[in-house]
């Protein structure tokens, strides 16, 4: 089996609850939303090549051709795997646009994913080959789709399949314009699968910064609902990393 990859690199997570653990990437092409702050865009669509990083770290990256199948990318994550790698990061684009690939990955290096959660009947097909989820919920004013209800409905679907059986947090990009009543929906959704769910909303990385007091006014709403509400930025950008 073959799928269309954008790159693949080792690196350090620079969202979530695991933000600062070394992870090798492998970022899928093609995403289903068109978020209004994307930073991978050319991930969104197909081209003929895949970048492939040599040397761990190093960014000396080559092309092959797209598709890519799973012997020669199980071999790419091989050769960058270090001492302090966790897992394997399967990120986009969206990935689960490509799941029965990742399950025929069959791999012993743990699997982290990062979704955009709209796939829920994708992601019943990985829910006992990830040892991570990190799912995202949108909000209205991410402008990523014309079908928000609908939306929302899928995310809220694929953060109960994978916390009923792996280990499970969402994130949820925090814009100037959000507010409380913009996160509402996405908070009481979360609370009503288990409230033990940890809820990280990330600022989003721009020269508009969102207001310290905006943050702490919407952590406060979503610890009414939620147990653990954390504000993690994307670290990755402040140290300059892919
Ligand atoms: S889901 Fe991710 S890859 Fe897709 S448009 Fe939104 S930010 Fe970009």
């Given at each position: 089996?073959?799928?269309?990859?954008?790159?693949?690199?080792?690196?350090?997570?620079?969202?979530?609850?695991?933000?600062?653990?070394?992870?090798?990437?492998?970022?899928?092409?093609?995403?289903?939303?068109h978020c209004a702050?994307?930073?991978?865009?050319?991930?969104?669509?197909?081209?003929?090549?895949?970048?492939?990083?040599?040397?761990?770290?190093?960014?000396?990256?080559?092309?092959?051709?797209?598709?890519?199948?799973?012997?020669?990318?199980?071999?790419?994550?091989?050769?960058?795997w270090s001492p302090?790698?966790?897992?394997?990061?399967?990120?986009?684009?969206?990935?689960?646009?490509?799941?029965?690939?990742?399950?025929?990955?069959?791999?012993?290096?743990?699997?982290?994913?990062?979704?955009?959660?709209?796939?829920?009947?994708?992601?019943?097909?990985?829910?006992?080959?990830?040892?991570?989820?990190?799912?995202?919920?949108?909000?209205?004013?991410?402008?990523?789709?014309?079908?928000?209800?609908?939306?929302?409905?899928?995310?809220?679907?694929?953060?109960?399949?994978?916390?009923?059986?792996?280990?499970?947090?969402?994130?949820?990009?925090?814009?100037?314009?959000?507010?409380?009543?913009?996160?509402?929906?996405?908070?009481?959704?979360?609370?009503?699968?288990?409230?033990?769910?940890?809820?990280?909303?990330?600022?989003?990385?721009?020269?508009?910064?969102?207001?310290?007091?905006?943050?702490?006014?919407?952590?406060?709403?979503?610890?009414?609902?939620?147990?653990?509400?954390?504000?993690?930025?994307?670290?990755?950008?402040?140290?300059?990393?892919?």
């Open positions: 089996m073959q799928a269309q990859i954008e790159e693949v690199f080792n690196s350090i997570q620079g969202e979530g609850t695991y933000a600062g653990a070394r992870q090798v990437f492998v970022r899928f092409q093609q995403c289903q939303l702050y994307c930073d991978t865009p050319k991930s969104r669509s197909i081209s003929g090549s895949c970048s492939i990083e040599r040397t761990s770290g190093k960014g000396d990256f080559h092309s092959v051709k797209n598709p890519v199948d799973r012997d020669f990318l199980i071999d790419a994550i091989s050769k960058l302090s790698t966790r897992h394997i990061s399967l990120t986009g684009g969206e990935p689960l646009i490509h799941a029965d690939f990742i399950r025929e990955l069959d791999t012993e290096f743990p699997l982290y994913l990062e979704t955009n959660s709209g796939f829920p009947d994708e992601a019943r097909k990985l829910k006992d080959v990830i040892a991570v989820a990190s799912c995202d919920i949108k909000l209205p004013e991410h402008d990523s789709t014309r079908h928000y209800d609908e939306l929302l409905k899928n995310e809220l679907e694929t953060i109960s399949i994978f916390s009923d059986c792996t280990e499970t947090f969402v994130k949820i990009v925090v814009l100037p314009e959000t507010t409380i009543a913009s996160l509402s929906e996405a908070v009481n959704g979360i609370a009503s699968i288990d409230q033990d769910i940890p809820l990280i909303l990330q600022p989003v990385t721009s020269k508009i910064h969102v207001k310290t007091g905006q943050l702490f006014k919407l952590m406060d709403f979503a610890a009414e609902k939620l147990k653990d509400v954390r504000v993690i930025p994307q670290t990755h950008k402040m140290m300059g990393l892919l």
